[in-house]
């Protein structure tokens, strides 16, 4: 199987534009579709990103998602930061079989 | 719109069976596939498996021989067993909705399990 690999920490200023990367270990980036969740402290993740660069209702434009074949990797980017953008961010796809795999998160501060 | 809601015991005691309930409000259980997802305190989310309301299953290799799933269509609901629990199956388990394999779309807000004697 594969894996997903975030940065474990990223920070930017509020007003400033921050992309976190999730790079998969083997096969294509562009097989699976990935997804991208926020998770602010003691609450429940939630879908910011699906099916690489879709946005659920109700999440703000200023949040997008891309795949790069070239670098196998997909990338959440947070522009306009505020801080309640302040959280952990997870990336998400699953393999042949349809079994989840989860990059182990990235935290993001806004300072 | 769709809200998901997990209960179940808090506490468990080490070698017992953990048993979760995950109740969907707002629309039909039918027609999707549900998983369940845990997170221990301070850790990363690790995937638990899937229950498609037909009753097919997937689970993650490294549960599987401990996992088992069921649905409820006429209760709109879907559950998680966990046999022989030890302490490291202490976590934040949550449940989801997925649009398709893999792309889940609405969690609930999650429910802490202790293993402890």
């Known amino acids: 199987n594969f894996m997903l690999t975030q940065p474990h920490s990223v920070s930017e200023s509020p007003g400033k534009t921050v992309t976190i990367s999730c790079t998969r270990s083997?096969?294509?980036?562009?097989?699976?579709?990935v997804q991208w969740y926020q998770q602010r402290p003691g609450s429940a993740p939630t879908t910011v990103i699906y099916?690489?660069?879709?946005?659920p209702s109700g999440v703000p434009d200023r949040f997008s998602g891309s795949i790069d074949s070239s670098s196998n990797s997909a990338s959440l980017t947070i522009s306009g930061l505020k801080t309640e953008d302040e959280a952990d961010y997870y990336c998400?796809?699953?393999?042949?079989?349809?079994?989840?795999?989860f990059g182990g998160g990235t935290k993001l501060t806004v300072l | 719109q769709v809200q998901l809601q997990e209960s179940g015991p808090g506490l468990v005691k080490p070698s017992e069976t953990l048993s979760l309930t995950c109740t969907v409000s707002?629309?039909?259980?039918?027609?999707?596939?549900w998983s369940w997802i845990r997170q221990p305190a301070g850790k990363g989310l690790e995937w638990i498996g899937r229950?498609?309301?037909?009753?097919?299953?997937n689970y993650n290799p490294s549960l599987k021989s401990r996992v088992t799933m069921s649905v409820d269509t006429s209760k709109n609901q879907f559950s998680l067993k966990l046999s022989s629990v030890t302490a490291a199956d202490t976590a934040v388990y949550y449940c989801?909705?997925?649009?398709?394999?893999?792309?889940?779309?609405?969690w609930g807000q999650g429910t802490t399990v202790t293993v402890s004697s």
């Open positions: 707002g629309g039909s259980i039918s027609s999707y596939y």
């Open positions: 998400q796809s699953y393999d042949s079989s349809n079994l989840w795999v």
């Open positions: 229950i498609y309301t037909s009753g097919s299953t």
């Open positions: 099916e690489d660069n879709q946005r």
């Open positions: 083997s096969g294509s980036i562009a097989s699976n579709y």
């Open positions: 989801a909705r997925e649009i398709s394999p893999g792309v889940p779309d609405v």
